[in-house]
């Protein structure tokens, strides 16, 4: 049985900073492709950031210099560090493994980010 299990989300000032973690289960986590997504209310799911099995990373152009996506194949982990955030970023984090050219993609639970005053 597949699980993913988000941690670390909150409410924080803008400014402020959060570290997101995915514990993962039940996969050969090395050779997925990570990610990190979100929903805010009335938009659609958007990637945030991911990281591939060799560390390659990609990110949305809005978070770039702010957040950091790492990864820990020896511990199954996956963090986003989340610097200077704004409230825009307000939405639930969800994390997501995904194989690249199989059909095996993966949600979390999703958790909460509230950026505010």
């Known amino acids: 049985q597949v699980q993913l299990v988000e941690s670390g989300g909150g409410l924080v000032q803008p400014g402020g900073s959060l570290r997101l973690s995915c514990a993962a289960s039940?996969?050969?986590?090395?050779?997925?492709?990570m990610g990190w997504y979100r929903q805010a209310p009335g938009n659609q799911r958007e990637l945030v950031a991911r990281?591939?099995?060799?560390?390659?990373?990609t990110y949305k152009d809005s978070v770039k210099g702010r957040f950091t996506i790492s990864r820990d194949n020896a511990k199954n982990t996956v963090t986003l560090q989340m610097n200077s955030l704004k409230p825009e970023d307000t939405a639930v984090y969800y994390c997501n493994a995904n194989r690249p050219g199989w059909a095996n993609n993966y949600w979390g639970q999703g958790t909460q980010v509230t950026v505010s005053a």
């Open positions: 039940g996969i050969v986590f090395s050779i997925y492709v």
């Open positions: 990281i591939r099995s060799g560390g390659t990373t």
